[in-house]
Nanobody, 128 residues
Framework: QVQLVESGGGLVQPGGSLRLSCAAS????????IYWFRQAPGKEREGVSC???????TYANSVKGRFSISRDNAKNTVYLQMNSLKPEDTAVYSC??????????????????????WGQGTQVTVSS
């Protein structure tokens, strides 16, 4: 059974850092693209970052230069390092996969949005 579990969210001051984790089970995440999405109250879900099976990374313009995605294959876990956090980064962050090897962050496929596997999400709040 494919399962994704996020952790690492919390309350942080503007300018601070957090590292989110996405622990996979039931499959080898290294073989597939893993995405991070976020959704703030009253806003549409936004693709934040993706790492392909060949470790090619992509980022939304809003986080480029501040966020970094990586994976630890031994732990079957994907991380999202978030630095220089801003209040507008406040959202529920979720990881997901559609079991395809490549990323399509700018135009997420239906296979991901409607048929993919998603974690329950972790809340990130950036506030002073």
């Amino acid at each position: 059974q494919v399962q994704l579990v996020e952790s690492g969210g919390g309350l942080v001051q503007p300018g601070g850092s957090l590292r989110l984790s996405c622990a996979a089970s039931g499959f080898s995440s290294s073989n597939y693209a893993i995405y991070w999405f976020r959704q703030a109250p009253g806003k549409e879900r936004e693709g934040v970052s993706c790492i392909s099976n060949s470790d090619k990374t992509t980022y939304a313009n809003s986080v480029k230069g501040r966020f970094s995605i990586s994976r630890d294959n031994a732990k079957n876990t994907v991380y999202l390092q978030m630095n220089s956090l801003k209040p507008e980064d406040t959202a529920v962050y979720s990881c997901s996969t559609d079991m395809y090897p490549s990323c399509e962050l700018t135009s997420p496929p239906a296979s991901l949005l409607y048929f993919g596997s998603w974690g329950q999400g972790t809340q990130v709040t950036v506030s002073s």
